[in-house]
């Protein structure tokens, strides 16, 4: 089993959408909760950064974290068509030196 | 200001070749790690360093994957006697390092990556 799990899709909404993407885990030690967008040949870039339990919101982005179901999510309020990509989300703990683990992506579509 | 490079872009070669990836983190990050991303594996971690040390090696997966990192810059992945299960995209990333000496999870500038295919 892999220590975060994340459904691959690919998913398909129409735009204006809210988007609810998730990430399961396994480590209890994991602290800092990461979601990263990745465009097409390109490298991932940072969304949103949570670290422990609790809520986040950054314009149409909301980050949950429910560490005692280790559990996590990234709603995308009014999809756009430019949100299209690979969404990633990754998680560290303290000592780990920064080492991120990653689920294996979510693939979305928004069409317009 | 200049993000992290990586070159080469791409890279094929064939079944046995020693690959050498290069990576230039961002000026005045301490920290810089390398992540492979199979077709359907999600992004796994190789190895990262502080400055020129590597505390963690632990993704690795043979040991014929090693890498350098000098004058706390420029890094180097090299991967000898290639095989086609290598075949994949290598992902550089670097951040600060905290004021406690410790590289907490702090956002991480990744590059545009080196797709790699052994023939």
């Known amino acids: 089993q892999k220590e975060v799990e994340q459904d691959p899709g690919p998913l398909s909404v129409p735009e204006g959408a809210i988007v609810s993407l998730n990430c399961t885990y396994s480590?209890?030690?994991?602290?800092?909760f990461m979601w990263y967008r990745q465009y097409s040949r390109k490298g991932p870039e940072l969304l949103m950064y949570?670290?422990?339990?609790g809520n986040k919101e950054d314009g149409r982005f909301t980050a949950q974290v429910d560490k005692s179901s280790k559990y996590i999510s990234l709603f995308i309020r009014d999809s756009q068509p430019s949100d299209s990509a690979t969404y990633l989300c990754?998680?560290?703990?303290?000592?780990?030196?920064?080492?991120?683990?990653f689920g294996q992506g979510t693939e979305l579509s928004v069409k317009p | 200001g200049a993000g992290v490079s990586q070159s080469p872009s791409n890279k094929v070669t064939e079944k046995g070749k020693d690959v050498e990836l290069r990576c230039d983190p961002i000026?005045?990050?301490?920290?810089l790690y390398w992540y492979r991303q199979s077709l359907g594996q999600g992004l796994e971690f190789l190895i990262y360093?502080?400055?020129?040390?590597?505390?963690?090696k632990s993704g690795l997966p043979s040991d014929r994957f090693s890498a350098e990192r000098t004058g706390g810059s420029v890094s180097t992945l090299t991967i000898q006697r290639t095989q086609q299960e290598d075949s994949a995209v290598y992902l550089c990333?670097?951040?600060?390092?905290?004021?406690?000496?410790?590289?907490?999870?702090?956002?991480?500038?990744f590059g545009p990556g080196t797709r790699l295919t052994v023939l």
């Open positions: 480590n209890s030690a994991f602290q800092y």
């Open positions: 360093f502080q400055g020129n040390s590597a505390p963690d």
């Open positions: 000026s005045g990050h301490t920290a």
């Open positions: 990333a670097s951040s600060f390092l905290d004021r406690g000496g410790w590289v907490m999870a702090d956002t991480q500038y």
């Open positions: 949570t670290y422990s339990s």
């Open positions: 990754a998680m560290s703990t303290y000592n780990q030196g920064g080492k991120l683990i």
